[in-house]
């Protein structure tokens, strides 16, 4: 089976920054794409960014463009989100997911998530 591991959440103030961690472990071979969802008080889960196998798709929502970067790497099996110029209403818990997981000979076309990070940005 594969875990997901995300570190990095805290307490920040509004303007700063905060860089995120996930960390996959388990015997993957290969995962498709990798990021971050979020998911505040009331809300729904939403996408924050996603990264494709070999970085060649990535997607932001547009609430973080030009904020938020996400990068991986590969041989690690690790997402990161750099997170700058936090506002208020990024405060939420961060998951970290991975999509099209392949592990023990097995591919699984369902989503592992992490337990998530509490980011909280104080205005």
């Known amino acids: 089976q594969v875990q997901l591991v995300e570190s990095g959440g805290g307490l920040v103030q509004a303007g700063g920054s905060l860089k995120l961690s996930c960390a996959a472990s388990?015997?993957?071979?290969?995962?498709?794409?990798m990021g971050w969802y979020r998911q505040s008080p009331g809300k729904q889960r939403e996408l924050v960014a996603l990264?494709?196998?070999?970085?060649?798709?990535?997607n932001y929502a547009d609430s973080v463009k030009g904020r938020f970067t996400i990068s991986r790497d590969f041989a690690k099996n690790t997402a990161y989100l750099q997170m700058d110029s936090l506002k208020s209403e990024d405060t939420a818990v961060y998951y970290c997911?991975?999509?099209?997981?392949?592990?023990?000979?097995?591919?699984?076309?369902?989503?592992?998530w992490g337990k998530g990070t509490l980011v909280t940005v104080s205005s």
């Open positions: 997911t991975s999509v099209g997981v392949t592990s023990g000979g097995t591919f699984y076309s369902q989503p592992f």
């Open positions: 388990g015997t993957i071979a290969s995962i498709n794409a």
């Open positions: 990264m494709s196998r070999g970085g060649g798709s990535t």
